[in-house]
């Protein structure tokens, strides 16, 4: 018996076409469609990213030059506060989950997520908490007075969140709008782990689903056991600000270390929760350009489900200088270099499958080469920074700023890039233009490397993070002078992205339903999907349903 995925046409009196747009309006505020939902989630994603880009950019003007007066100490704070507090919770996260809703049911052949309301009330409380932190701006009122946003880093180290050091209310908004948006994640991970484990189509057994949803999966059961943690560091920070409770307060016998342990066991596996949705998107683009399966797929299983649970065992590899102890800093190196057993694994498996390929270089692709590269520098200075000794050195250095942005940029947003490039034809039924997208590629990649491979140096050279300006003559003006370009080069990238995405949905190429010749179930509805997305429910037999259907000689049922 052969697949049946359903292409045909959709009746179009289902869709939003020709209606007033007030009735448009209504239909997505009031949607539980989980593609329109996940397209909530993106547009709100990319607002804050735009807006924690300009964050980041005032931050690099400022340090620019030596003795600048660009921003005050004051807003400088502020700005890496709301900068790292922004990309995290509300460009991250969202983005991730917002792809997640999109494709997750469409590759497992299910019509919808598990429980649709939920999914609208998790988008709908995690915007909230967006737009709260920036409301903070206006009701803030911190240290002076006057409207303020928090200050205290993306991290809240005790005792800086203290009554004493942050009156006012901008500390409340920092907590409140991140426990709004975990309690959004939250939602959003079970419905998830519940669609995906009870939703799958015929014949998609666990062993034959695509591993975006697998790696998906891996992801939400890291967001219960991350953020739980964080939710009730939280409420007890709220205690401690506004009923005498004192958790954090060293000198009324609690402890300031207990809020970087939990602080820190979410804070580790977010690094995960956010880089395992890139890996899902790699996994789907690098086979389909390079015309090949996946190599080592239940490799590749194993290695996400072994990482998600190591990376629950390295928190405290982000408190070596915190005084833990001997025995507790060895623990946490060898924990933490345990990672790179898995992690090693999967750059071998993309290899692997690049390797005698027949290679198509569009801009999904040249992205997936940059993430695995930069995925691979980014390995590398993390396990030096794992080695406690190193660590103690560079500490709250640039050096580890330069580390974490080679994760955070140089793996998880060049592979989302291309992620964008390859499923807007789906979403849209319209082709995203190509000569913009390397105009895009190579600006952001130069102005990436611009950026941060000079952060590293600075760094070594003793350049601490967190500072709003430093003296001449040390060495670092002309290493923070490129770096501030790179960021520019950046930004404009970027802008271009936001560019093509608006003017390929009006001018843009017809997509068709497949134009990659992919072989995953989404491709096998048209584009747009409708809203119930497929006509009839499908029944897989293999990895590869749509390569089975167009390659009737060579189906992957002959080798599984
Ligand atoms: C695209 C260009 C970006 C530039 C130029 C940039 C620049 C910076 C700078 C200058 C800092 C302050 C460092 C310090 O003083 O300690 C910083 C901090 C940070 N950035 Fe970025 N960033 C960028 C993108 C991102 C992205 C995409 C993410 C996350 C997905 C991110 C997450 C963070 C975090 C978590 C911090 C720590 C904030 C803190 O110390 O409180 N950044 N970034
Ligand atoms: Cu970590």
Redesign the pocket.
């Known amino acids: 018996m052969t697949t049946t995925p359903v292409l045909e046409a959709v009746d179009e009196t289902l869709e939003t076409q020709g209606k007033p747009p007030l009735n448009v309006i209504y239909e997505w505020l009031t949607t539980v469609d989980h593609k329109k939902i996940g397209l909530m989630y993106i547009c709100y994603a990319l607002l804050f990213?735009v807006i924690?880009?300009f964050e980041?950019?005032l931050?690099?003007i400022q340090?620019a030059i030596p003795n600048n007066h660009f921003v005050s100490p004051q807003v400088f704070n502020q700005l890496?506060?709301m900068?790292?507090?922004t990309?995290?919770f509300f460009?991250?996260m969202p983005i991730l989950f917002g792809m997640g809703n999109y494709l997750v049911p469409l590759m497992i052949g299910a019509r919808d997520m598990a429980f649709p309301r939920l999914n609208a009330f998790s988008f709908w409380v995690s915007a909230f908490a967006g737009f709260l932190l920036y409301f903070s701006y206006i009701g803030g009122s911190g240290l002076y007075a006057a409207g303020s946003a928090p200050d205290v880093?993306?991290?809240a180290y005790a005792p800086l969140t203290s009554k004493v050091f942050s009156p006012g209310h901008s500390t409340d908004y920092w907590t409140l709008a991140v426990f709004l948006s975990g309690i959004g994640s939250i939602g959003t991970a079970l419905n998830i782990v519940t669609t995906i484990l009870c939703m799958r189509c015929k014949g998609m057994k666990m062993s034959r689903m695509p591993l975006l949803p697998w790696l998906y999966l891996v992801m939400s059961g890291l967001v219960f056991v991350a953020v739980s943690p964080l939710t009730a560091a939280q409420i007890m920070l709220t205690f401690d600000r506004y009923l005498g409770a004192h958790f954090f307060d060293t000198q009324a016998g609690g402890s300031a270390i207990l809020w970087m342990h939990f602080f820190w066991i979410f804070g580790h596996p977010e690094v995960y929760v956010?880089v395992l949705p890139a890996f899902a998107f790699a996994n789907e683009i690098i086979p389909v350009f390079s015309r090949k399966a996946m190599f080592g797929y239940p490799a590749m299983v194993a290695a996400s489900v072994a990482i998600g649970f190591i990376s629950l065992s390295v928190w405290a590899h982000h408190m070596f200088t915190a005084g833990l102890g001997p025995a507790g800093n060895t623990f946490f190196v060898f924990a933490t270099m345990v990672i790179s057993v898995p992690t090693g694994i999967k750059i071998f498996n993309w290899l692997a499958t690049i390797w005698g390929g027949k290679i198509i270089f569009a801009v999904p692709m040249m992205f997936m080469v940059g993430f695995l590269f930069q995925f691979l520098i980014a390995g590398l200075t993390g396990i030096m920074l794992a080695a406690a000794p190193f660590n103690w050195q560079l500490s709250a250095s640039?050096f580890v700023?330069a580390h974490?942005?080679y994760v955070?940029?140089g793996a998880?947003?060049f592979s989302l890039f291309g992620a964008f490039y390859y499923w807007y034809p789906k979403v849209t039924g319209k082709m995203m233009d190509e000569t913009l997208g390397k105009w895009h590629f190579w600006l952001f990649l130069i102005g990436?490397h611009l950026?941060f491979d000079f952060m590293h140096i600075p760094g070594i050279l003793g350049m601490p993070?967190?500072?709003y300006t430093y003296e001449d003559g040390r060495g670092w003006n002309t290493l923070n002078f490129i770096?501030g370009i790179?960021?520019i080069f950046?930004?404009v990238g970027?802008l271009i992205l936001v560019y093509n995405m608006i003017r390929s949905y009006y001018k843009g190429k017809e997509a068709g339903h497949d134009p990659w010749d992919a072989w995953t179930l989404e491709w096998s509805v048209p584009s747009p999907p409708p809203s119930y997305n497929f006509a009839i429910e499908p029944t897989v037999n293999s990895r590869r349903p749509l390569w089975d259907l167009k390659h009737p000689e060579d189906p992957d049922t002959d080798y599984e």
């Open positions: 990213l924690g880009g980041a950019v931050m690099r340090l890496f506060t900068h790292g507090t990309m995290v460009m991250g880093g993306w991290f956010l640039y700023v974490f942005h955070l940029v998880i947003v990436f950026t993070r967190r500072i770096v790179g960021a950046q930004a970027t």
